[in-house]
């Protein structure tokens, strides 16, 4: 892997979202920076967001700004659209206001609030784009696709996913 390879995630952890999603981003991101990467890590401003636990490992950290909306109120009738904190085109952009000054070239994204709408938004600034999902209940414009989940099968992703997509689906991965 080249020393010069550029991964950002876009993922959050809170007390009402638990901490699941950053911590196996975190594990990405470690494995990665092993390599020689160096990892970003794009995090909204929530109670208990983990972010100096992601800053302990060494990892680059740009905290969106808490909004009026992180009370957990619903934004919008979406599954898990309040664990945003935003709605889904302020996080786009603003995420796209980091990235412009921070080139990628891998985006990852693990976020149940986020979605094809969001990925599109933002697919321009990065070279590559990779979902981490384990619910295959909304579609995505990805290269990459990872649920690890014990049961889950490619299949399960199908009409959800570019063609193009490669899937890396159960628990091998």
């Not at 904190?85 to 986020?114: C, I, K, N, S």
């Not at 619910?135 to 290269?143: G, N, T, Y």
């Not at 099968?153 to 628990?171: F, I, M, Q, S």
Request: contains cysteine; aromatic residues 6%.
């Amino acid at each position: 892997m080249p020393e010069s390879l550029r991964v950002t995630f876009r993922v959050d952890a809170s007390t009402i979202i638990g901490s699941g999603h950053v911590m196996r981003c975190l594990t990405l991101a470690d494995a990665l920076a092993e390599s020689g990467a160096r990892c970003h890590f794009i995090m909204r401003q929530h109670h208990g967001s983990l972010d100096q636990v992601v800053r302990g490992r060494d990892h680059k950290v740009t905290m969106l700004p808490e909004s009026a909306l992180c009370d957990g109120a619903a934004i919008s009738d979406e599954p898990h659209a309040a664990w945003l904190g935003t709605d889904w085109e302020t996080d786009a952009f603003e995420t796209l206001e980091v990235l412009l000054e921070d080139p990628t070239d891998w985006l990852v994204v693990d976020h149940y609030a986020l979605d094809r709408r969001w990925e599109e938004r933002v697919r321009g600034c990065s070279g590559r784009l990779m979902a981490i999902d384990d619910l295959a209940d909304r579609p995505h414009v990805c290269d990459l696709l990872l649920d690890q989940n014990l049961g889950r099968l490619e299949k399960d992703y199908n009409g959800l996913l570019p063609d193009t997509a490669k899937r890396l689906t159960g628990p091998g991965y």
